[in-house]
């Protein structure tokens, strides 16, 4: 599968056992506020502590910039934990990003 086809859009998240994929937010899916600032980003995905595949980073679509700087610099934070993207889910207003490690 291509890196391209990986960074697609998806409905429902899985792990590797069929059983559905837990927010890095806790258990407040259904009201996941969408993170705003860069530094908020750093810090959930720096304090996590699990599974990339169980994380779930919320990011506002006001943080989406048009050459792509603040996903940039959040991205860095995810290569230093040894994750890699894996697709994003678009909701209204944010994504769902996924994450997996690095082969």
Not at 39 to 45: D, N, R, S, V, Y
Not at 52 to 63: M, N, V
Not at 67 to 93: H, Y
């Amino acid at each position: 599968m291509g890196y391209a086809r990986r960074l697609t859009s998806r409905s429902t998240r899985r792990r590797e056992d069929g059983a559905p994929v837990s927010s890095a937010i806790g258990a407040i899916k259904k009201d996941m506020r969408p993170i705003e600032k860069i530094e908020e980003a750093e810090q959930l995905i720096e304090s996590f502590e699990g599974r990339p595949e169980d994380f779930e980073l919320p990011i506002s679509d006001q943080l989406q910039d048009p050459v792509g700087i603040n996903m940039a610099i959040i991205t860095d934070s995810i290569l230093k934990r040894g994750w890699m993207p894996d697709g994003f889910e678009q909701k209204e207003g944010y994504r769902i990003y996924h994450y997996k490690n690095a082969e």
